[in-house]
């Protein structure tokens, strides 16, 4: 789509600018919007009207992302949008109406008034007209009618007497001839609620500001002009979300969503309300082209549910492309339907996608590792009643068990990990850590179900070893977890204990299922359909002959834009093929990574080998989102402890590879991530879910012609 820019940009710093748009902002625009494979141009919109028209017309904008504020008259916030209307030509944003009433804040606060929002009472001074009519109390507020960013406003405009009031009233209307609000100063808490219309829910979290008067010198809580200017900005503080009370979130909320009702305020915005010192909110003002700078609160709030800049920008677009008809670009469809659990699609490397230089496994799987097996319990099924509600939903989740060789219970083997980022779970890896020893299966499952099945695999283990936890001591399960709500509605869609047996008597050292299976039956990678994942890696050393390097992911992490793929960007040109619309939003998800190897390694060494592995998430794309956890598990059945014997050696001897050649395993664990990360969406056949959401399948053949445009394959 061809996007217009239009906006006056800021030359200097004095007060008359102030509203107008840094350089460096549209700077910012400019890249992410052009990030979204749009075609965009800049318009400078200052100067006279029918060189603008002209400057417009020569942009051929399909949309004008509208940034222009004007810089003349009571009006002149609405001028630019009544102008692209005249045109024809769709626009971000509120329409021309709506920008002249909201630049006047008295007329605004008088409508929203008799709709039954409070305001605080107040009254329109003129130059004409100096009275302050009603029965206010004080203190009073005193600013300009129509000015934004706070332009008039000091720690002076509260005034605590009449003679003060009338002084101060006399000084901004020489400055203001427009007109001067004068209203009850609401002293309590300063709080903004953010708006995105096309983000599910629309309104975003409140945001909180709060002063350091001692550093201000001032008595009042405002956020006045000189703050707003960053003059003092380690002053100002803010809080997302406020730390309100439950009844005092309700009322603002509920005062917001009837602003955004009342006001007709599209595609994105911002009301501004004061919360007194008794929990009541009142309504200050609506901003309905908010400041899109990365510390502005719409962007403080937009980062708390997982946007980035480029994500808000993309949302508004989408807004204003919807209330248009707009194509936002050809979209590539997939189709929604046929897909079996328990069969797959070719791996990457069975489409000529060869990760790497070494050589695969014989099965390219974690089942290479010799004694290694892996089980699945997939959850698929739709209409399900929700307890306690009328409607039904649909469930999308499963176990998978990674048991590592032999019985691990009787011979701990070593092992090891490596948090990359934590915003996730691994119930049991605390002790793996401190240990160095892994003595359970790994059990993969979504957020809600880890406790069900840590509980299942200690019933498990019971059955098989009755003297534990009496004769012996307890255990420690391994169990990690992933967010698969997008698909699955996780108030019913939990495993059981039973369901996590099934996925551990399930487990073969056969061919391991890969994709929408087990615990990834639900999961999304890259914003395509698939979560299991798995490769492996052979390494010739003469001493010891032949080792093997083997990976499972249970994947549910990134955006398409950043897949990488052997080395190719492809989700460049895939981001431009597929509708935003059906994509996960709220959350960044996690990945799993089991590591499993016959490398004689001590803990130690697996520590440091699971930070490679997080290396493999890296060449796929992965940038270790603030939300999303990255943990990493890994084990070796090169060395094994007995939990108990009849030797009398306080002693054990363990055997390791020394790190003077430890470079060709790091080597190894790297190549097998990222190909198992591939291969979790290489091997779905895409996967529907609740609310109709769909994931589709990585196209195989679009990936390959991609990467044949670029190189040889």
């Known amino acids: 789509m061809r996007i217009t820019i239009a906006f006056n940009l800021r030359y200097n710093e004095e007060e008359e600018s102030a509203e107008l748009i840094a350089k460096e902002d549209i700077e910012r625009i400019f890249h992410a919007i052009s990030s979204l494979q749009h075609t965009v141009k800049l318009v400078e919109v200052s100067g006279k009207p029918n060189d603008v028209v002209e400057r417009l017309l020569e942009s051929e904008p399909d949309l004008i992302f509208n940034l222009a504020e004007g810089a003349i008259g009571s009006s002149r916030e609405a001028f630019y949008p009544g102008l692209y209307e005249q045109m024809g030509i769709p626009f971000t944003g509120g329409n021309a109406s709506l920008l002249h009433l909201n630049l006047d804040k008295h007329l605004t606060k008088t409508v929203l008034g008799s709709r039954g929002i409070r305001v605080p009472p107040g009254s329109l001074v003129t130059p004409k007209d100096h009275i302050i009519k009603g029965d206010l109390h004080y203190p009073l507020m005193i600013k300009p009618n129509s000015e934004g960013s706070s332009i008039g406003i000091s720690q002076k405009s509260v005034v605590e007497d009449s003679r003060t009031a009338q002084k101060r009233i006399s000084e901004l209307l020489r400055e203001y001839p427009a007109g001067l609000v004068v209203e009850e100063f609401i002293q309590g808490r300063e709080l903004s609620v953010p708006f995105i219309e096309s983000y599910p829910g629309k309104i975003l979290d409140i945001v909180e500001h709060t002063f350091d008067l001692e550093k201000t010198g001032g008595k009042f809580n405002i956020y006045d002009y000189s703050l707003k200017q960053g003059i003092n900005e380690d002053a100002v503080h803010v809080k997302c979300p406020a730390e309100i009370s439950a009844r005092e979130e309700r009322a603002v909320l509920e005062m917001a969503r009837k602003v955004f009702d009342f006001m007709t305020c599209p595609d994105l915005g911002r009301v501004d309300i004061r919360l007194d010192k008794s929990g009541k909110p009142y309504f200050i003002e609506l901003n309905p082209l908010p400041s899109l700078h990365p510390n502005a609160s719409l962007m403080v709030a ?9 994500d808000v920008i993309r949302l508004i ?10 194509a936002i670009r050809p979209v590539k469809k997939s189709t929604k339907g046929n897909y079996e659990i328990g069969v797959q699609r070719p791996a990457a490397r069975e489409l000529g996608v060869s990760v790497g230089h070494l050589s695969p496994g014989l099965q390219n799987a974690i089942t290479d590792v010799k004694g290694v097996r892996v089980g699945h319990f997939s959850w698929v099924e739709d209409n399900v009643k929700i307890p306690g509600h009328t409607e039904v939903t649909s469930i999308r989740t499963g176990v998978t068990a990674v048991l590592p060789a032999g019985h691990t219970y009787i011979n701990r083997l070593v092992a090891g990990g490596f948090i990359l980022n934590g915003v ?18 790994v059990l993969l499952t979504n957020s809600h179900a880890v406790g069900r099945v840590y509980s299942g695999v200690i019933n498990h283990m ?26 699955n509605d996780v108030r019913v869609g939990y495993c059981s204990g039973q369901d996590t047996v099934k996925a551990i008597e399930r487990a073969t050292d056969k061919g391991v299922l890969q994709g929408s299976v087990g615990a990834g039956t639900g999961m999304t990678s890259f914003d395509f359909a698939g979560g299991i994942g798995t490769s492996s890696r052979i390494i010739d050393m003469p001493e010891g002959g032949g080792f093997t390097v083997g990976v499972l992911v249970l994947s549910n992490f ?19 093929e597929f509708d935003y619309l059906s994509r996960r939003e709220a959350s960044e998800g996690s990945v799993i990574v089991v590591v499993g190897t016959d490398v004689p390694l001590i803990s130690s060494q697996l520590n440091r080998l699971s930070r490679r592995a997080a290396l493999g998430l890296g060449r796929t794309g992965s940038f270790a989102a603030s939300t999303s956890g990255e943990i990493i598990v890994a084990f070796s059945t090169g060395n094994r402890k007995p939990r108990s014997t009849s030797s009398t050696n306080k002693f054990i001897t363990l055997k390791c590879i020394s790190d003077a050649h430890i470079n060709i395993v790091y ?16 091997c779905s056949g895409g996967m529907n ?16 012609e991609i990467l044949k445009g670029g190189r040889n394959i």
Not at 462 to 487: H, N
Not at 689 to 704: A, K
């Open 667 to 682: 080597e190894a664990v790297v190549e097998a991530t990222e190909e198992a990360v591939l291969n979790a969406m290489f």
């Open 302 to 310: 937009a980062r708390k549910r997982g946007l980035e800049f480029r």
């Open 424 to 441: 996730g779970e691994m119930a049991g890896l605390t002790q793996v850590l401190e240990t160095g020893w892994l003595e359970t299966p």
């Open 689 to 704: 879910g609740r609310m109709q959401r769909w994931c589709p399948p990585i196209p195989h053949d679009r990936v390959v």
């Open 317 to 326: 677009i989408r807004s204003s492309a919807r209330r248009y008809g707009l």
């Open 462 to 487: 019971i059955r098989k070893y009755p003297k534990l936890g009496t004769v012996t001591d307890v255990v420690l399960p391994v169990v990690g977890e992933a967010d698969d709500s997008f698909l």
């Open 558 to 576: 990134g955006k398409m834009r950043n897949l990488t793929v052997d080395g190719a960007v492809v989700g460049r040109e895939l981001d431009k």
